[in-house]
């Protein structure tokens, strides 16, 4: 266990991040999934902005790499665009 005040604060802060990170980046997830599986052009048409603005927002708070964030909505573009 720490030792001093500040660095027991630093641990509750901590954990409370972590939490935030976790259930950002699994909804995230979660949105990607159901993007990918979506067949219909419209609904994925839809669900493109949010799921890219979910993207923009872990990459801004460096929960994932702005690259990996824009290889994935380069991706999901290119997938969304090739629905019939």
């Known amino acids: 266990m720490a030792n001093h005040k500040s660095s027991v604060k ?3 802060q901590d954990e409370g991040r ?4 976790k ?3 699994r909804t995230t997830r979660n949105a990607l ?3 990918r599986s979506t067949t219909s052009k ?3 048409g839809e669900q493109l902005p949010e799921v890219v603005s979910m993207l923009d927002k872990l990459a801004k708070k460096n929960i994932i790499h702005p ?3 824009a290889n994935l909505k380069s991706k999901l573009a290119k997938q969304v ?3 019939a």
Do not use: P
């Not at 972590?18 to 990170?21: G, I, V």
């Open 18 to 21: 972590k939490a935030n990170n």
């Open 42 to 44: 419209a609904e994925a």
């Open 10 to 12: 630093r641990i509750r």
């Open 67 to 69: 690259n990996k964030a």
């Open 23 to 25: 259930y950002s980046s």
């Open 81 to 83: 665009n090739g629905l």
């Open 33 to 35: 999934k159901k993007l």
